[in-house]
């Protein structure tokens, strides 16, 4: 039970990093992290950032060399 919850809670982390990643490439808008005075906070906030940015690209790459993906034709 305690282990379905942790495993809950850390893909519902990583999707919501994910997210941030995706708005950053989109908006180039990001969480400041260097207003953060804690070092360890701050590193576990980069931390947190860097698996969203690792999962975006991951996803990124795989849709790139999809056959079921495609670019919308410009009209």
Known sequence: MVLGKLVHYTADAVLVSTVFAGIRRSSGFSPDTSAITDP???SVA??????GETVFDMIQGTVVNSTYFKRPSSS
Do not use: A, P, R
């Open 40 to 42: 360890t906070f701050k």
């Open 46 to 51: 980069d931390k947190f950032l860097g698996v």
